[in-house]
């Protein structure tokens, strides 16, 4: 309030000084009749007093006294009348004063009520002043969280739409992956099929190979058998001949050489007839012999082999999913 008194109109010291005497005329005012009637008094007093001075000069006999006498009657009166207005006016002065210090102690209240009032008025302001500032930094603040708002809205949108096509391209990857599984699958059945009848082919063709072999086994042992048979009948001759040598030397050593010579030559006719079986079947037993474990080993080559490329492929399949 001061800085309002300081910008439109004068100092506020002066405006004090001001009411101050405003204030003492208005207590002048109130003792105005008492101060007009002490005048008055004063001046009576004062016409008195020369009066009597004139009187007690003059002196004189019966009709200065009853003049006299007169005169102190009147200034009785008037005195009486005087002392009549002093009690008034005392009592006047007394009722003033009284009033005077109610109007005093209700100046000092209403100046405490000013006080207080200027007070709360400044307080008043300050949280007026408060309430804009804090009106202005929420209005900040919502002004940003609106645009963060919208920032996350946008956000929000674009969040959505990336969603909405990953979840598509999830989707398509499904199908595709569901496909290119039943491909493989189906791939890999053929393949185990296929794999499967030449399994079983070259199962087959072992198992015909492993019986023409035995037929051939079969076969040999039988012509070896027939040979050593045919050998055993030649030395039955032999002795025979040699037991005719004793009874007739010269003949016998004839024969001998004869029967020598025969049996060398039926050997020896039948001895590439024996000795091919015999090579023959030793061939045959070498080759079985060579053949018959080298078809397992084959056959647990393929059997690894065909174990491998199924591990293979699955491992492919896992790295594709």
């Known amino acids: 309030?001061?800085?309002?008194?300081?910008?439109?109109?004068?100092?506020?010291?002066?405006?004090?000084?001001?009411?101050?005497?405003?204030?003492?005329?208005?207590?002048?005012?109130?003792?105005?009749?008492?101060?007009?009637?002490?005048r008055r008094l004063a001046r009576t007093t004062r016409e008195l007093k020369v009066r009597n001075r004139a009187l007690a000069k003059s002196g004189g006999g019966p009709s200065s006294a009853e003049g006299s006498s007169a005169l102190l009657t009147h200034l009785d009166a008037q005195l009486t009348s005087l002392r009549s207005e002093l009690s008034t006016l005392y009592r006047t002065q007394a009722a003033s004063q009284n009033k005077q210090l109610s109007m005093a102690d209700a100046l000092r209240d209403r100046d405490e009520e000013v006080k207080g009032l200027r007070d709360e008025l400044r307080e008043l302001r300050d949280?007026?002043?408060?309430?804009?500032?804090?009106?202005?930094?929420?209005?900040?603040?919502?002004?940003?969280?609106?645009?963060?708002?919208?920032?996350?809205?946008?956000?929000?949108?674009?969040?959505?739409?990336?969603?909405?096509?990953?979840?598509?391209?999830?989707?398509?990857?499904?199908?595709?992956?569901?496909?290119?599984?039943?491909?493989?699958?189906?791939?890999?059945?053929?393949?185990?099929?296929?794999?499967?009848?030449?399994?079983?082919?070259?199962?087959?063709?072992?198992?015909?190979?492993?019986?023409?072999?035995?037929?051939?086994?079969?076969?040999?042992?039988?012509?070896?058998?027939?040979?050593?048979?045919?050998?055993?009948?030649?030395?039955?001759?032999?002795?025979?001949?040699?037991?005719?040598?004793?009874?007739?030397?010269?003949?016998?050593?004839?024969?001998?050489?004869?029967?020598?010579?025969?049996?060398?030559?039926?050997?020896?006719?039948?001895?590439?007839?024996?000795?091919?079986p015999k090579s023959t079947t030793s061939l045959r037993t070498k080759a079985a012999g060579t053949t018959t474990p080298t078809a397992p080993v084959s056959n647990r080559n393929r059997n690894v082999s065909s174990a491998s490329t199924i591990l293979n492929k699955e491992k492919d399949k896992k790295d594709f999913q």
């Open 127 to 276: 949280q007026r002043d408060n309430a804009y500032r804090k009106d202005r930094d929420w209005e900040e603040r919502w002004r940003v969280r609106n645009k963060d708002m919208e920032g996350l809205n946008d956000e929000l949108l674009s969040l959505n739409l990336e969603l909405s096509s990953l979840s598509q391209q999830n989707k398509l990857l499904k199908t595709d992956n569901a496909n290119l599984l039943q491909r493989w699958i189906d791939k890999m059945n053929l393949t185990a099929d296929e794999m499967n009848i030449e399994f079983e082919k070259e199962k087959d063709k072992h198992e015909a190979d492993k019986n023409q072999r035995e037929e051939e086994e079969d076969g040999a042992i039988s012509i070896s058998i027939s040979s050593s048979m045919d050998g055993l009948d030649i030395q039955d001759q032999d002795k025979n001949k040699d037991k005719a040598k004793g009874k007739a030397p010269v003949k016998s050593t004839i024969s001998a050489s004869t029967t020598s010579v025969k049996p060398s030559g039926s050997q020896n006719v039948k001895s590439p007839g024996l000795g091919k």
């Open 1 to 38: 309030m001061s800085s309002m008194v300081h910008a439109h109109g004068p100092p506020e010291w002066q405006n004090t000084i001001k009411e101050r005497l405003m204030a003492k005329q208005v207590e002048n005012e109130l003792y105005k009749d008492m101060v007009d009637q002490y």
